[in-house]
Protein backbone atom coordinates (compact mmCIF):
# COMPACT_ATOMS: atom_id res chain seq x y z
CA UNK A 1 0.00 0.00 0.00
CA UNK A 2 0.89 3.57 -0.82
CA UNK A 3 1.97 5.76 2.29
CA UNK A 4 -0.95 8.06 2.92
CA UNK A 5 -1.46 11.11 0.85
CA UNK A 6 0.53 9.54 -2.50
CA UNK A 7 -2.53 7.59 -3.73
CA UNK A 8 -3.78 7.18 -6.99
CA UNK A 9 -7.68 7.38 -6.37
CA UNK A 10 -6.91 11.06 -5.33
CA UNK A 11 -5.18 12.11 -8.52
CA UNK A 12 -8.55 10.70 -10.57
CA UNK A 13 -10.41 14.47 -10.05
CA UNK A 14 -7.56 16.20 -11.80
CA UNK A 15 -7.00 14.14 -14.93
CA UNK A 16 -10.93 13.34 -15.00
CA UNK A 17 -11.42 17.12 -15.63
CA UNK A 18 -8.61 17.62 -18.38
CA UNK A 19 -10.79 15.06 -20.08
CA UNK A 20 -13.86 15.23 -22.86
CA UNK A 21 -16.74 13.36 -22.64
CA UNK A 22 -16.15 10.21 -20.28
CA UNK A 23 -18.99 8.61 -19.41
CA UNK A 24 -19.90 7.95 -15.48
CA UNK A 25 -19.84 4.41 -16.27
CA UNK A 26 -15.74 5.09 -16.78
CA UNK A 27 -15.42 7.98 -13.95
CA UNK A 28 -16.77 4.59 -11.26
CA UNK A 29 -14.82 2.35 -12.54
CA UNK A 30 -11.60 4.26 -12.71
CA UNK A 31 -12.52 5.11 -8.68
CA UNK A 32 -12.84 1.35 -8.28
CA UNK A 33 -9.57 0.41 -10.34
CA UNK A 34 -7.50 3.08 -8.55
CA UNK A 35 -8.79 2.64 -5.23
CA UNK A 36 -8.18 -1.50 -5.43
CA UNK A 37 -4.37 -0.77 -7.38
CA UNK A 38 -3.79 1.67 -4.52
CA UNK A 39 -4.11 -1.50 -1.79
CA UNK A 40 -2.05 -3.89 -3.98
CA UNK A 41 1.55 -4.08 -3.63
CA UNK A 42 1.91 -5.36 -7.07
CA UNK A 43 1.42 -1.75 -8.94
CA UNK A 44 3.77 0.75 -8.64
CA UNK A 45 4.48 3.60 -10.18
CA UNK A 46 3.39 7.30 -9.96
CA UNK A 47 0.03 7.75 -8.16
CA UNK A 48 -0.60 10.21 -11.32
CA UNK A 49 0.50 7.41 -14.11
CA UNK A 50 -1.69 4.54 -11.96
CA UNK A 51 -4.76 6.90 -12.02
CA UNK A 52 -4.22 7.58 -16.01
CA UNK A 53 -4.01 3.62 -15.76
CA UNK A 54 -6.75 2.74 -14.27
CA UNK A 55 -8.92 5.49 -16.55
CA UNK A 56 -7.65 3.95 -19.84
CA UNK A 57 -8.66 0.90 -18.26
CA UNK A 58 -12.24 1.61 -16.94
CA UNK A 59 -12.28 2.92 -21.04
CA UNK A 60 -11.55 -0.89 -22.53
CA UNK A 61 -13.76 -2.57 -19.81
CA UNK A 62 -16.40 -0.06 -20.72
CA UNK A 63 -16.38 -0.34 -24.38
CA UNK A 64 -15.48 3.05 -24.64
CA UNK A 65 -12.79 4.68 -26.83
CA UNK A 66 -10.39 6.23 -24.17
CA UNK A 67 -6.77 6.35 -25.83
CA UNK A 68 -3.40 5.90 -23.79
CA UNK A 69 -2.16 9.37 -25.62
CA UNK A 70 -5.73 11.24 -24.34
CA UNK A 71 -5.62 9.77 -20.67
CA UNK A 72 -1.38 11.02 -20.95
CA UNK A 73 -1.99 14.25 -22.33
CA UNK A 74 -4.55 15.13 -19.52
CA UNK A 75 -2.40 13.62 -16.82
CA UNK A 76 0.97 15.41 -17.89
CA UNK A 77 2.45 11.91 -18.00
CA UNK A 78 4.03 9.87 -20.54
CA UNK A 79 2.08 7.44 -22.98
CA UNK A 80 4.68 4.53 -22.17
CA UNK A 81 4.11 4.79 -18.75
CA UNK A 82 0.56 4.02 -19.06
CA UNK A 83 0.87 1.26 -21.55
CA UNK A 84 3.29 -0.68 -18.67
CA UNK A 85 1.09 0.26 -15.85
CA UNK A 86 -2.92 -0.42 -17.44
CA UNK A 87 -2.10 -4.33 -16.85
CA UNK A 88 -0.69 -4.06 -13.49
CA UNK A 89 -3.93 -2.34 -12.57
CA UNK A 90 -6.20 -5.11 -14.70
CA UNK A 91 -4.30 -7.42 -12.68
CA UNK A 92 -4.75 -6.11 -9.09
CA UNK A 93 -8.19 -6.06 -10.28
CA UNK A 94 -8.40 -9.57 -11.50
CA UNK A 95 -9.08 -8.36 -15.34
CA UNK A 96 -7.60 -10.79 -17.59
CA UNK A 97 -5.98 -8.51 -20.51
CA UNK A 98 -3.52 -10.89 -21.95
CA UNK A 99 -0.43 -8.67 -22.01
CA UNK A 100 2.78 -9.92 -20.32
CA UNK A 101 3.63 -7.57 -17.68
CA UNK A 102 6.55 -5.05 -18.06
CA UNK A 103 10.11 -6.93 -18.47
CA UNK A 104 11.56 -5.92 -15.01
CA UNK A 105 8.14 -7.18 -13.21
CA UNK A 106 8.89 -10.45 -14.88
CA UNK A 107 11.69 -11.38 -13.33
CA UNK A 108 10.78 -11.11 -9.82
CA UNK A 109 7.35 -13.53 -11.38
CA UNK A 110 9.51 -16.31 -12.61
CA UNK A 111 10.87 -16.76 -9.03
CA UNK A 112 7.21 -16.89 -7.60
CA UNK A 113 5.99 -18.76 -11.19
CA UNK A 114 6.52 -20.36 -14.49
CA UNK A 115 3.50 -18.52 -16.15
CA UNK A 116 4.36 -15.21 -17.75
CA UNK A 117 1.41 -14.26 -19.41
CA UNK A 118 -2.20 -15.02 -19.56
CA UNK A 119 -3.63 -15.52 -22.41
CA UNK A 120 -7.68 -12.91 -22.78
CA UNK A 121 -10.80 -14.14 -24.91
CA UNK A 122 -13.35 -11.93 -25.83
CA UNK A 123 -15.99 -14.42 -23.72
CA UNK A 124 -14.03 -13.24 -20.61
CA UNK A 125 -13.89 -9.56 -21.15
CA UNK A 126 -17.54 -9.64 -22.68
CA UNK A 127 -18.43 -11.11 -19.28
CA UNK A 128 -16.75 -8.23 -17.25
CA UNK A 129 -18.80 -5.85 -19.35
CA UNK A 130 -21.63 -7.45 -17.87
CA UNK A 131 -22.67 -9.04 -21.42
CA UNK A 132 -21.81 -6.42 -23.68
CA UNK A 133 -19.52 -6.37 -26.51
Not at 11 to 26: E, M, P, R, T
Not at 46 to 60: C, D, E, F, K, N
Request: charged share 25%; hydrophobic share 40%.
Amino acid sequence: MRAPGFLAAQQLDGILANLKDVSQAVIARAYEFAETADQNAEVQGQPTTVAAASIYLAGLVENEKVTQAEVADAAGGAERAICETWPLVADANGIPHGREKPYRYQQRDREETTETSRPVTRTLLDRLRGGRS
